[in-house]
């Protein structure tokens, strides 16, 4: 894109001093009197011709020739200013300077070039016209010094401003591509997580129970030859921890389901599960308190917020289901600013400071999923009245 903006440039540039140049060329047949002058006119003319094609090369091999150009080409220009005679048109010849005074050197050199060009002008036409005569062609001429200058000038600005968008969006793709990256790598994290805290469940939970049931169908066993009397309460121990397996089991299972809240949203999830745990011998209900009567159609939370909670939730249920003993449980829901959630049964309890230290009963992973999106949990409870969790955005952390 600069390049091919950098040929277009020298094209236009070319072009239009090779016209320049022609015209000066052909006029000065035309008008220059006598042999010996033109043969020097056009020897200056080839001298000016010959820097003028170098000047491209030898500036990119040797910066500081472009002053020392541009110094040779305006001395050239006087001097055939200078010739006896109405030479006025070489004053064409300026432009041409203009236009790369104005690209190598920018605004304000440019403007200094070209105010230069005003009096060496006038000076040198005065020889042989009028002042209002010298006075009309200066402005011309300054009026085509100006014209062709700021054209370069601005070409040239336009070229910079482009170069730099150009690096800007080269840059910008750089840091997209890195935020991709880390959103990957983030996602990856995040999937190894979920991954270890399901094994982790499995190994906390359902592997024990599991080891319990082998033990109580060995008792059981044992007990059959022995005293049969005794193999209905193992039996029904049996039981017991086979549907605690598969209530566990079905948890683990629905949270490694596709995503139910895409399918219809949090409400309509969070009251499947409510709803759901009827199979595990607890009935919950589920209370959602809002400014208006109506269920608003979309939730004021965000996704992960929503995502959060419906784990936290899962997971709370679940300790009802295997620890509390409790057979009715309440989820109540607030919606609204500030919202709320808690669940609460009427079971055992247990000690919460000694439950801190342990991680048998999942409290630490709520309170690390609670922390991912700015909530906070609270967990009431003591032994032999129930318990009580509580889900709050944390303030704390906002500000």
Not at 15 to 41: C, K, M, T, W
Not at 230 to 251: G, I, N
Not at 346 to 361: L, M, N
């Amino acid at each position: 894109m600069g390049r091919s903006h950098d040929r277009s440039y020298l094209w236009i540039f070319y072009l239009s001093a090779g016209f320049l140049f022609a015209g000066a060329v052909l006029r000065a047949p035309l008008v220059v009197e006598g042999g010996s002058v033109l043969v020097l006119d056009l020897f200056l003319l080839l001298a000016w011709l010959a820097l003028f094609v170098s000047e491209y090369f030898v500036s990119r091999l040797w910066p500081p020739w472009t002053p020392i150009y541009l110094g040779l080409q305006t001395a050239i220009v006087v001097l055939l200013l200078l010739q006896p005679g109405s030479y006025d048109f070489f004053a064409v010849l300026f432009g041409v300077l203009a236009m790369q005074a104005f690209h190598r050197h920018g605004l304000w050199i440019g403007a200094a070039w070209v105010t230069l060009f005003v009096p060496l002008t006038a000076v040198t036409l005065l020889r042989g016209h009028a002042p209002a005569q010298v006075a009309t062609f200066v402005l011309i001429y300054l009026a085509v010094n100006v014209f062709l200058g700021l054209y370069v000038l601005i070409d040239r600005r336009a070229a910079n401003t482009r170069l730099a968008n150009e690096a800007l969006g080269r840059d910008l793709e750089a840091a997209n591509a890195e935020l991709r990256a880390y959103a990957e790598k983030i996602e990856r994290l995040a999937v190894a997580k979920e991954r270890n805290r399901v094994a982790r469940e499995l190994h906390d939970s359902v592997t024990q129970t599991i080891f319990s049931m082998t033990l109580a169908s060995q008792s059981a066993a044992i007990l059959l030859g022995r005293e049969p009397a005794a193999v209905d309460a193992q039996l029904e121990r049996l039981r017991q921890l086979t549907q605690s397996a598969l209530s566990e089991m079905h948890v683990l299972i629905s949270e490694l389901a596709p995503d139910r809240l895409a399918q219809g949203g949090f409400l309509a999830a969070i009251r499947e599960d409510t709803e759901r745990r009827a199979q595990d011998g607890v009935r919950v209900s589920l209370e959602i308190e809002e400014a208006q009567p109506a269920v608003p159609a979309e939730s004021p939370l965000s996704v992960a917020e929503e995502q959060g909670l419906l784990r936290i939730a899962q997971e709370a249920l679940n300790n009802v289901v295997k620890h509390s003993g409790a057979r009715e449980a309440v989820v109540r829901l607030r919606l609204q600013p500030p919202p709320r959630m808690e669940i609460e049964d009427r079971g055992q309890g247990f000690d919460v400071e000694g439950a801190r230290e342990g991680s048998g009963i999942g409290l630490a992973g709520m309170r690390e999923r609670a922390g991912e999106i700015g909530w906070k949990v609270a967990v009431e409870s003591s032994v032999g009245k129930g318990t009580r969790i509580v889900v709050e955005p944390d303030f704390r952390v906002g500000g």
